[in-house]
């Protein structure tokens, strides 16, 4: 083992954190449902990396399949330039929505496609990778066969169509041999699969005995896909194409980023695919001789009306759209607070409104912009400091409220309860707006005896208001930046304050001169009284 390799060894899982997001399918173009899982997997890289820590989160597109060749052939194009053209579309979404993501995966990009071989071949060659006959009920949307018992009334769950029957000489992976391997790893890793619900859901799927999977289609049937490396006449099925960029992405087997990363790897997934990430992925690691990955992060549905939000039931929200009218930061905190991390939640325009203009405009926005304002009708917007004196005889400091909303933040957002880290925030945006209300700065100003009263008040609003700056940064990064500009205090370029940093009460210099505030959310007018 060289320097580096000990260095990376000692610092395992430490300070190093790899975030992944499925590769969508480049079938349609990506909605709010597919924001939603990028959002989320971006504010919790983003935590980490204010919590001093290294990252790197990757996101990109599963471009191999029937559902391809399908959308293909409805636009009379081939499936690669069909592919081209989507994977460009969910990669251009992501400086729209702010994602700060290291790398773009395609499963057609050549470096993926050898990575794929060399994990079929090495599994092959270890006797893992059988040739058998096989019939049994194909549900096309979902590119695999289904057992009896997970069909609901006789049809495919996901798509609510009768699966056919057919009947194939194809090659199996024996997932059976690792079942009890499986369940050990998943009883003894507590963490694995998060939220709880999702681990028992999966532990409960391996109670019945597991069916080796199918992982090849024969090319009389779809040759769009990687070819098997030890036969010709048939392509991978795309899952074990897909689950594969994970590691591709690092450079597997040698890559420096895979040596450093991969031991942290925590995919988010909505519900839908925890199947694959929860079975076929960690078995397939285990045949292939890899280290498992760390955890999978499950969310559950954004509904439109009761109904999952889907490009097959057609009801989908463009985010763009939504950004458009709302603002990006207002859009990335809503989805953040409204959805509870692994429940569904229900995506309504009014809903989003509200949001804005009570927790945005009217809690944040008017906090920002009333502290400010005082600041500049008393002192012309100089800082003046705290008197400590004053601070301590009057129990003026807001210290050590804003201390526990960095404890209670740090301790919601390491389990991607971004809501609750969120509540975490506006719990102390609350105490100040009270606090404003009680000390009445305004009464304090018409008398100059109470100047340094004032000035003490006043410092520790602005220091709050930095720390708050801080907070939102994973989740609101423009608004974040935007009150550290305002408060004089912003980094060079995209650079953030790590929460040690943040805990550090007392950075706003004496003196400096803040200016105005501008509006942070604008009130979204409803036309009610
Ligand atoms: N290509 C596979 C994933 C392979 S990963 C190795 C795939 N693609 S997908 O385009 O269908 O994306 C599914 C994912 O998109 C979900 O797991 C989730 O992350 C996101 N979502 C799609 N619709 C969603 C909702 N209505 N609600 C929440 N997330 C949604 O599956």
Redesign the pocket.
């Known amino acids: 083992m060289n320097d580096m390799d000990m260095d990376i060894k000692q610092n395992k899982n430490q300070d190093r954190h790899f975030f992944s997001?499925?590769?969508?399918?480049v079938n349609a173009k990506p909605?709010?449902?597919?924001a939603?899982?990028s959002i989320a997997a971006d504010a919790a890289t983003r935590f980490k990396q204010i919590q001093g820590c290294k990252t790197f989160f990757l996101t990109g597109t599963?471009e191999h399949g029937d559902k391809i060749v399908q959308a293909a052939q409805k636009e009379k194009t081939s499936p690669k330039e069909y592919a081209d053209k989507i994977s460009k579309l969910f990669k251009d979404l992501l400086p729209c929505l702010n994602i700060k993501n290291n790398y773009f995966i395609r499963t057609t990009d050549p470096d993926h496609i050898k990575v794929v071989k060399d994990i079929l071949s090495k599994i092959y060659e270890s006797g893992d990778i059988y040739f058998s006959s096989y019939e049994g009920l194909y549900c096309f949307g979902c590119e695999r066969f289904y057992q009896e018992r997970e069909l609901v009334d006789g049809k495919c769950p996901d798509h609510g169509t009768e699966p056919e029957k057919i009947k194939e000489s194809n090659y199996f992976f024996k997932m059976s041999k690792y079942q009890e391997w499986l369940i050990n790893h998943i009883k003894t890793n507590p963490d694995f699969i998060q939220p709880e619900q999702y681990k028992n859901e999966i532990l409960s799927f391996l109670k019945e005995p597991l069916e080796d999977l199918c992982i090849s289609r024969p090319k009389t049937r779809l040759t769009w896909g990687i070819t098997l490396p030890f036969d010709d006449d048939y392509v991978t099925y795309v899952?074990f194409d897909?689950?594969v960029?994970?590691v591709s992405a690092l450079g597997y087997p040698d890559g420096q980023l895979f040596k450093e990363f991969w031991s942290s790897a925590r995919h988010?997934?909505?519900k839908?695919?925890i199947k694959?990430?929860g079975i076929y992925w960690p078995i397939m690691l285990k045949a292939a001789g890899i280290e498992i990955y760390q955890g999978l992060n499950v969310?559950?549905?954004?509904?439109i009306k009761g109904s999952?939000?889907?490009k097959s039931i057609g009801n989908v929200t463009d985010p763009l759209q939504v950004i458009d009218t709302f603002g990006l930061d207002q859009f990335r905190y809503f989805l953040l607070k409204e959805m509870v991390f692994g429940l569904d939640a229900n995506f309504t325009q009014e809903t989003i409104i509200s949001r804005i203009n009570s927790d945005l405009a009217n809690d944040l926005g008017n906090l920002f912009s009333r502290v400010l304002s005082m600041n500049h009708r008393y002192f012309k917007g100089r800082v003046q400091g705290s008197d400590p004196k004053i601070e301590k005889d009057k129990n003026l400091s807001l210290a050590s409220d804003a201390e526990t909303a960095i404890d209670d933040f740090q301790k919601t957002m390491s389990v991607c309860a971004f809501n609750r880290g969120l509540e975490a925030i506006w719990k102390f945006i609350s105490k100040m707006n009270k606090y404003i209300d009680t000390t009445a700065p305004w009464t304090l100003a018409k008398d100059e005896a109470n100047i340094d009263e004032l000035a003490t008040i006043l410092y520790n609003l602005m220091e709050g208001l930095r720390v708050i700056s801080c907070l939102i940064y994973p989740i609101m990064p423009q608004t974040s930046l935007k009150m550290q500009k305002t408060l004089c205090l912003a980094k060079e370029g995209d650079n953030f304050y790590t929460l040690e940093e943040t805990a550090s009460w007392g950075q706003i210099k004496k003196k400096t001169i803040i200016a105005k505030p501008e509006i942070l959310f604008p009130r979204i007018d409803t036309g009610k009284k």
């Open positions: 997001t499925p590769i969508y399918y909605h709010l449902g597919h939603y899982t599963d899952w897909a689950l960029n994970y988010f997934v909505a839908d695919i694959p990430h969310h559950g549905f954004w509904n999952k939000m889907s």
